[in-house]
């Protein structure tokens, strides 16, 4: 059994699709590709995930950075604005957690992302 934060149901959905963007020969990445931001910051957004962690979640969004970047090319300035972001926007929202997946259970690691969950 695949170790999941998603519904049976969900994952199979969600493991079609990777499939498909891998099938693709243009590397399209899909958190770039999102257009719909949540939330704005000069260098950060937040989306909405379409593929929630439906298991434990009623709200499940991402924060990544505007740049298509790994955590480690983030630059002074997007870590400067992260850390505000975390003490004075997502700590006053109705987030419980936020979470980041391990490398090897990432399916976007060339865009950073951290998971923000609200549970049910
Ligand atoms: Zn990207």
């Not at 994952?11 to 693709?24: C, V």
């Not at 991402?62 to 400067?80: C, F, V, W």
Request: hydrophobic residues 30%; contains cysteine; proline residues 3%.
């Amino acid at each position: 059994m695949l170790k999941t934060l998603r519904t049976q149901k969900s994952a199979k959905i969600y493991r079609k699709y990777l499939k498909g963007l891998k099938s693709h020969k243009k590397t399209l990445c899909p958190l770039c590709d999102e257009r719909v931001s949540v939330k704005s910051f000069k260098y950060w957004r937040i989306v909405k995930n379409i593929f929630p962690y439906d298991k434990i979640a009623n709200r499940h969004d991402m924060l990544l950075p505007r740049r298509h970047i790994s955590e480690n090319k983030l630059n002074e300035r997007e870590i400067a604005e992260y850390k505000k972001i975390k003490e004075n926007y997502i700590r006053n929202t109705n987030y419980h957690y936020i979470m980041e997946a391990n490398q090897k259970m990432a399916s976007i690691p060339n865009h950073f992302h951290l998971h923000l969950v609200e549970l049910k």
